[in-house]
């Protein structure tokens, strides 16, 4: 198949849908499968996996690039099937549009149909009202299939809005093995970046600084398990694109363990993967979560995982003693480090936690189930 996937943005640091988008276009190509991405971004990503045609400069938050529509008409015509990533934004919107009657379209909301938002931001799901009916309402109702990368995330989807209808399916994302041939360098690579964290017992948030992530709960819950474990430090790795770090910080402060916390910023390649490999335990309270993909690169890294039970993959991740999982709440946090710190078999887990991996979240068997269900819609189209 030749594919074209079309989304806002192939930057990571603007959240994990980038990265799912390249990890899927390799896995695919793995298969031997052609992709191409088109997205609203200025100027095309250098070393790119696959051919990415950069469309922008987009305008606004919904994105809008006036070369994206007539780009898409012009160029459907060489692809078996078109995938748009995200909702609320123009590009899914101008895939329907370019492509409808021409080619399958399929869309991956990536968790952006969760009545948590509804919940959460009722003002704007007001306006996201006004726009359903003849915006997103009609970019699902025809697409081939709506796919969703887990069950949890599909039944959630339905409590968004009244006026739903979807040809649905869960198409699960997957991660390429990292292996272990570099395992030890990428951990060296971290403690000489990051000296004082050496010798200490790390527990990790990987992910944005976003109040959704639960941040503020973690500090809090650290503070009120950790006093009695001076060895223990918590590592706060992501990029702050709301400036809510100095809010953090100062919280941090006030709580007494300013000096027990490393804010790193955001973390890639090598610096990553061993800050993961660090790490005894990797933390996700989050209010809202659809796939989680730094929780499955922990799990590949044999790196059990803390989850809030509101990280929709919450049960596959922690199955077979790979990992915990406990409400978005105070408490529920403060269970999980507190289990984290009292349980004196912790590293029991680091082997269930990579073979979670192996069996449930490798990228070579979601390729061929993702392979698989595309071929059959094609083939009824």
């Known amino acids: 198949m030749k594919l074209l996937h079309v989304t806002t943005t192939t930057d990571p640091a603007l959240g994990g849908v980038a990265e799912a988008v390249r990890q899927m276009c390799e896995a695919l190509q793995a298969l031997g499968h052609e992709s191409e991405v088109a997205t609203t971004d200025d100027t095309p990503r250098p070393g790119y996996p696959v051919p990415h045609h950069a469309l922008g400069p987009a305008r606004g938050s919904y994105r809008y690039t006036p070369a994206l529509l007539p780009w898409l008409r012009a160029q459907a015509g060489r ?5 748009a990533h995200g909702l609320w934004q123009h590009p899914s919107f101008a895939v329907r549009r370019a492509v409808r009657g021409r080619r399958p379209y399929f869309v991956w909301p990536h968790g952006m149909l969760d009545p948590w938002f509804k919940r959460t931001y009722p003002r704007k799901h007001l306006k996201k009202w006004l726009y359903w009916p003849w915006g997103e309402y009609p970019v699902l109702r025809d697409a081939a299939a709506v ?4 069950e949890e995330e599909r ?12 040809r649905e399916a869960v198409a699960p994302l997957g991660l390429a093995d990292p292996g272990e041939a570099r395992a030890e360098a ?12 050496r010798g200490r017992r790390l527990l990790l948030f990987l992910g944005r600084l976003h109040v959704k992530k639960g941040c503020d709960l973690l500090l809090e819950a650290f503070v009120a398990e950790a006093a009695a474990a001076p060895d223990a430090q918590l590592v706060m790795a992501g ?11 100062a919280l941090a402060r006030r709580l007494g363990v300013a000096d027990r916390i490393a804010w790193t910023g955001m973390l890639t390649g090598d610096l990553k ?10 933390v996700l309270p989050s209010h809202q979560e659809n796939f989680g993909l730094a929780v499955v690169e922990a799990l590949a890294c044999g790196t059990p995982v803390l989850l809030s039970d509101q990280v929709n993959i919450w049960r596959e991740a922690t199955a077979e003693d790979a990992g915990l999982a406990a409400p978005d709440t ?4 403060r269970h999980l480090v507190r ?11 680091r082997s269930a936690a990579r073979a979670r991996f192996l069996q449930a979240f490798e990228s070579a068997a979601a390729a061929r189930h993702l392979s698989a269900l595309l071929q059959s819609h094609l083939a009824r189209a």
């Open 239 to 249: 990029p702050d694109q709301t400036g809510w770090q100095p809010e953090l910080a």
């Open 273 to 282: 993967w061993g800050a993961l490999r660090a790490a005894e335990a990797f």
């Open 155 to 166: 039944r959630l989807a339905r409590q968004s809005f009244w006026l739903y209808q979807a």
């Open 339 to 349: 289990a984290w710190l009292a349980d004196a078999a912790w590293s029991r887990r």
């Open 330 to 333: 105070a408490e529920g946090t």
């Open 79 to 83: 692809f078996d099937a078109v995938l």
């Open 147 to 150: 796919l969703f990368t887990c």
């Open 186 to 197: 990428q951990r060296t690579a971290f403690f000489e970046r990051f000296p004082d964290l």
